[in-house]
């Protein structure tokens, strides 16, 4: 089954820098990587996804990019605020055919 | 429109005993999923319901977890008797779709003490 790996497990920025989190996954056939957010106390929301057709999304200060080669993808968050310190977590599936896997997470803190 | 809610929001129970959680996915959604968050480590599956249907529950550690969704609606997960390693933050997630954007839940934190 997909096995997915994701690194660092935690990770310190200060206020306005770039963070960027990475995740390797296993089953080639994986087509859908969604990236979640959990802040304390909340589950886990959505903030942006990536389809194994293209290889690039950007949505604001956050974008992912997806190498289907490599199998690896990432999560790049810029001019980071505190108010994106949270646990990411990523997670690939086959859409509509499986189940997501997700990795260990990663503990963001923005530091003012 | 209301999202997927958990219940309850922590839960302390003693070994041996047992414990139900309680999750209502998001209206019309059929896929409903059960996941669970250990201190530090991934977002496990656990189990899969179509419907009333279980899709897949090849994440199901043992036979001391019994999840349900009779109607299709709501789903329970029973754990009894609980045991230390069961505690953990236990998600509930729903999607339209199956292996597509899905919902979570607050979660629920079990601590078996």
């Known amino acids: 089954g997909e096995n997915v790996e994701q690194h660092p497990s935690t990770l310190s920025v200060q206020e306005g820098d770039s963070a960027v989190i990475k995740c390797t996954y296993s089953d080639s056939a994986s087509n859908y990587f969604p990236w979640y957010k959990q802040e304390l106390g909340k589950g886990p929301q959505l903030i942006i996804d990536i389809r194994s057709n293209v290889g690039e999304k950007k949505d604001q200060r956050i974008a992912v990019t997806l190498n289907k080669t490599a199998k690896h993808f990432s999560l790049h968050i810029t001019e980071t605020q505190p108010e994106d310190s949270a646990v990411y977590f990523c997670?690939?599936?086959?859409?509509?055919?499986?189940?997501?896997?997700f990795g260990a997470g990663t503990r963001l803190t923005v530091k003012p | 429109e209301a999202g997927v809610t958990q219940f309850p929001s922590h839960s302390v129970i003693e070994k041996g005993q047992t414990v139900t959680l309680r999750c209502d996915p998001i209206s019309g959604h059929d896929n409903l999923y059960w996941y669970r968050r250990v201190m530090g480590k991934e977002i496990k599956f656990l189990l899969h319901f179509v419907k009333e249907s279980k899709q897949d529950e090849s994440g199901m550690p043992n036979n001391r977890f019994l999840a349900e969704r009779t109607g299709g609606t709501y789903s329970t997960l029973k754990v009894q008797p609980a045991e230390l390693e069961d505690s953990g933050v236990y998600f509930c997630?729903?999607?339209?779709?199956?292996?597509?954007?899905?919902?979570f839940g607050q979660g629920t934190r079990l601590t078996v003490v």
């Open positions: 997630a729903s999607s339209q779709l199956r292996g597509a954007e899905a919902f």
């Open positions: 997670a690939a599936s086959i859409s509509h055919n499986n189940d997501m896997r």
